[in-house]
């Protein structure tokens, strides 16, 4: 098993920037694809970022693309999030996620999650 803890939210204005981690204790981390998603009120949990165990191969949605890069260290059992240029549409509650072996855009086929952590972006 795995836990997941989030950190780095916060309030920020449009165009700013934030850095989210995703520090993971318990089994291996480099076993456990990772991924991002993120959720506002009365909506679905929606995919932002995946990487592989590795962190060889990224992911990203259509909607952050250029604009976030999702990163890990193995060492550090800690996978990040950066997000420059942000929106007020990307404000939502962000969650890490974790599953083993191969990534997935899906929420319900990741195993474990984190407690979420919030982002507010002021227009």
């Known amino acids: 098993q795995v836990q997941l803890v989030e950190s780095g939210g916060g309030l920020v204005q449009a165009g700013g920037s934030l850095r989210l981690s995703c520090t993971a204790s318990?089994?291996?981390?480099?076993?456990?694809?990772m991924g991002w998603f993120r959720q506002t009120p009365g909506k679905e949990r929606e995919f932002v970022a995946t990487?592989?165990?590795?962190?060889?191969?990224?992911s990203y949605a259509d909607s952050v693309k250029g604009r976030f890069t999702i990163s890990r260290d193995n060492a550090k059992n800690t996978m990040y999030l950066q997000m420059n240029s942000l929106k007020a549409e990307d404000t939502a509650v962000y969650y890490c996620a974790a599953r083993t072996h191969y990534t997935s855009i899906t929420a319900g086929m990741y195993n474990y999650w984190g407690q979420g952590t919030q982002v507010t972006v002021s227009s």
């Open positions: 990487i592989t165990m590795t962190g060889g191969s990224t």
């Open positions: 318990g089994r291996t981390f480099s076993s456990y694809a």
